[in-house]
């Protein structure tokens, strides 16, 4: 057969310790076009595998050292080798159990022999045509995490300016006339409500990736609850609903992320009130049920069909909607509560009698049954004071002018920086306690200038935040290996900063 253009870069690794059988596959597919390269064993296979990254794998089975069966195992749970296709092949195997053995265990085909010429390589061209599809699959989702990274990014600049200008209105005028101080509230209420939305297209890409990191502590249901409600409160409010909250007297204690546990129940809430009609019942309960915690969210809403429970939880999945509002949100979160409550160990589940019959999410996690260690003496923060001497550096003015301004109003005394050189100009002249980097500067990266700061004599002596547009757990990490103390995403979350002896937005 004449060698084609689209095969000519596949490589083929054949692997067989029967050297008469290596040579006659081999022979098959070099005169088909294809580039192969050969091994006699198991151990030879994953190193040829992991050396050279063959495009497909031609795998007997029946191997002197590692069964191929065990071969291709390991290959499919290995990070560099994933993605390579395997085609299992074997005189002996030669079962319908053996088949779906190999299958089960990654193989992408299996083929007993002896193999007729023309069905191996046409079953080669079928592998590489799939694995062809797959790749592009694979860019394709790797521009969509791009893409999210960066809308994330340029809508949390804007949000930034947003937030801290209304809490320096708050700040300069905090008692104005009812109508002024709600037109406040809604523009907060708003804010925090386009953070969440851009904080769920992150979490999409997390989902797809399996990169949702969690913070683990020690929890109190009742916490992550209240801290729920209080979330939800405006929306359940607004809507006229009626909520009822039935909590255990004594407090139950689950092992998890408080933030994760907390965005779990106030999303199951929010969900609650957007798809029951005004006027509506809400009621959540929590209770023990032997190891477990059983959390209950019923609602009198508009109900969920029959054919659509079982894909209610799937991303931007959405099942019907209110008579009285449109089609709103993303639908992204139940499949973030799915998502959340499987990473916690915990199992998730919805009952619904049919459309307009109201719904019932129940939430199962395992309780930490562990007795709580007697608390620690409350310390003293160390970096907590009165007036303090900041930096801060962005190239969005608005940002940074307005930050300065309600930290100055604060009683600290601040200088602005829009550039990477102008941070290590004032930096130097100031030597400040605290400085809030930008990581999107135009004359330079802010890990750039991270790594200038940390080589000025007064290196040690200030605090180092990057507040940034990126947010995603990999920028954290990145933010940190470069000398940065706290990673903080925008716009500033007022609460975190108390951390820093900073208390805003009061």
Same mark, same amino acid.
């Given at each position: 057969?004449? $060698?084609?253009?689209?095969?000519?870069?596949?490589?083929?690794?054949?692997?067989?310790?029967?050297?008469?059988?290596?040579?006659?596959?081999? +022979?098959?597919?070099?005169?088909?076009?294809?580039?192969?390269? #050969?091994?006699?064993?198991?151990?030879?296979?994953?190193?040829?595998?992991?050396?050279?990254?063959?495009?497909?794998?031609?795998?007997?089975?029946?191997?002197?050292?590692?069964?191929?069966?065990?071969?291709?195992?390991?290959? @499919?749970?290995?990070?560099?080798?994933?993605?390579?296709?395997?085609? $299992?092949?074997?005189?002996?195997?030669?079962?319908?159990?053996?088949?779906?053995?190999?299958? /089960?265990?990654?193989? /992408?085909?299996?083929?007993?022999?002896?193999?007729?010429?023309?069905?191996?390589?046409?079953?080669? @061209?079928?592998?590489?045509?799939?694995?062809?599809?797959? +790749?592009?699959?694979?860019?394709?989702?790797?521009?969509?995490?791009?893409?999210?990274?960066?809308?994330?990014?340029?809508?949390?600049?804007?949000?930034?300016?947003?937030?801290?200008?209304?809490?320096?209105?708050?700040?300069?005028?905090? !008692?104005?006339?009812?109508?002024?101080?709600?037109?406040?509230?809604?523009?907060?209420? *708003?804010?925090? *409500?386009?953070? +969440?939305?851009?904080? !769920?297209?992150?979490?999409?890409?997390?989902?797809?990736?399996?990169?949702?990191?969690?913070?683990?502590?020690?929890?109190?249901?009742?916490?992550?609850?209240?801290?729920?409600?209080?979330?939800?409160?405006?929306?359940?409010?607004?809507?006229?609903?009626?909520?009822?909250?039935?909590?255990? #007297?004594?407090?139950?204690?689950?092992?998890?992320?408080?933030?994760?546990?907390?965005?779990?129940?106030?999303?199951?809430?929010?969900?609650?009130?957007?798809?029951?009609?005004?006027?509506?019942?809400?009621?959540?309960?929590?209770?023990?049920?032997?190891?477990?915690?059983?959390?209950?969210?019923?609602?009198?809403?508009?109900?969920?069909?029959?054919?659509?429970?079982?894909?209610?939880?799937?991303?931007?999945?959405?099942?019907?909607?209110?008579?009285?509002?449109?089609?709103?949100?993303?639908?992204?979160?139940?499949?973030?509560?799915?998502?959340?409550?499987?990473?916690?160990?915990?199992?998730?589940?919805?009952?619904?009698?049919?459309?307009?019959?109201?719904?019932?999410?129940?939430?199962?996690?395992?309780?930490?049954?562990?007795?709580?260690?007697?608390?620690?003496?409350?310390?003293? !923060?160390?970096?907590?004071?009165?007036?303090?001497?900041?930096?801060?550096?962005?190239?969005?003015?608005?940002?940074?002018?307005?930050?300065?301004?309600?930290?100055?109003?604060?009683? *600290?005394?601040?200088?602005?920086?829009?550039?990477?050189?102008?941070?290590?100009?004032?930096? $130097? /002249?100031?030597?400040?306690?605290?400085?809030?980097?930008?990581?999107?500067?135009? /004359?330079?990266?802010?890990?750039?200038?991270?790594?200038?700061?940390?080589?000025?004599?007064?290196?040690?002596?200030?605090?180092?935040?990057?507040?940034?547009?990126?947010? $995603? #757990?990999? !920028?954290?990490?990145?933010?940190?290996?470069?000398?940065?103390?706290?990673?903080?995403? @925008?716009?500033?979350?007022?609460?975190?900063?108390?951390?820093?002896?900073?208390?805003?937005?009061?």
């Amino acid at each position: 057969m004449p $060698q084609t253009n689209a095969y000519q870069d596949a490589l083929i690794l054949n692997v067989d310790d029967s050297d008469g059988a290596r040579y006659a596959k081999t +022979r098959i597919l070099t005169r088909a076009g294809f580039t192969v390269i #050969e091994a006699s064993s198991g151990g030879e296979a994953l190193v040829r595998a992991r050396a050279d990254r063959p495009s497909l794998i031609l795998l007997d089975v029946k191997l002197p050292d590692i069964n191929g069966l065990e071969v291709c195992r390991q290959l @499919k749970e290995g990070e560099e080798t994933n993605t390579i296709l395997i085609l $299992q092949t074997s005189a002996s195997f030669i079962g319908t159990a053996d088949k779906i053995r190999a299958l /089960d265990g990654g193989a /992408d085909n299996y083929l007993v022999e002896p193999i007729e010429p023309d069905e191996l390589v046409a079953n080669v @061209k079928a592998l590489l045509r799939l694995g062809r599809v797959e +790749r592009e699959l694979r860019e394709v989702d790797r521009r969509k995490d791009e893409f999210l990274a960066t809308l994330a990014h340029e809508l949390r600049n804007p949000l930034g300016p947003i937030r801290t200008a209304l809490a320096l209105l708050c700040k300069l005028d905090p !008692d104005v006339p009812a109508v002024q101080d709600n037109a406040r509230r809604t523009i907060g209420r *708003h804010t925090d *409500h386009l953070v +969440r939305l851009v904080d !769920d297209l992150l979490d999409v890409s997390r989902i797809s990736q399996g990169k949702i990191s969690l913070q683990w502590a020690r929890v109190s249901v009742a916490g992550f609850v209240g801290s729920a409600l209080e979330t939800s409160s405006h929306m359940i409010t607004t809507r006229g609903h009626t909520l009822s909250v039935d909590l255990p #007297e004594d407090d139950l204690w689950v092992r998890g992320d408080p933030v994760r546990l907390s965005q779990i129940v106030s999303n199951l809430l929010l969900n609650a009130a957007k798809f029951t009609p005004p006027g509506g019942v809400i009621g959540l309960s929590a209770q023990r049920a032997g190891d477990n915690v059983i959390l209950r969210l019923a609602d009198n809403g508009i109900g969920i069909a029959a054919d659509s429970i079982d894909a209610i939880f799937g991303l931007f999945a959405q099942s019907g909607h209110a008579p009285d509002r449109v089609q709103d949100g993303l639908g992204i979160g139940l499949s973030l509560v799915r998502n959340l409550v499987e990473l916690h160990g915990g199992q998730v589940s919805v009952n619904s009698s049919g459309v307009g019959q109201g719904s019932t999410f129940e939430i199962v996690l395992p309780l930490d049954l562990a007795e709580a260690s007697p608390a620690a003496p409350a310390a003293a !923060d160390a970096r907590a004071s009165t007036a303090k001497r900041i930096v801060v550096v962005d190239d969005n003015e608005d940002a940074a002018d307005t930050l300065a301004e309600l930290l100055e109003l604060d009683g *600290h005394v601040v200088q602005t920086a829009y550039t990477g050189a102008q941070a290590i100009e004032r930096v $130097q /002249d100031l030597q400040p306690d605290l400085v809030f980097l930008d990581i999107g500067l135009p /004359d330079m990266s802010g890990y750039e200038v991270a790594g200038k700061l940390r080589q000025l004599p007064i290196a040690q002596t200030f605090v180092l935040v990057a507040l940034t547009g990126y947010g $995603q #757990e990999h !920028d954290r990490r990145a933010a940190l290996d470069a000398g940065f103390n706290e990673h903080f995403a @925008k716009p500033v979350d007022f609460g975190k900063l108390a951390s820093l002896g900073i208390h805003l937005g009061k």
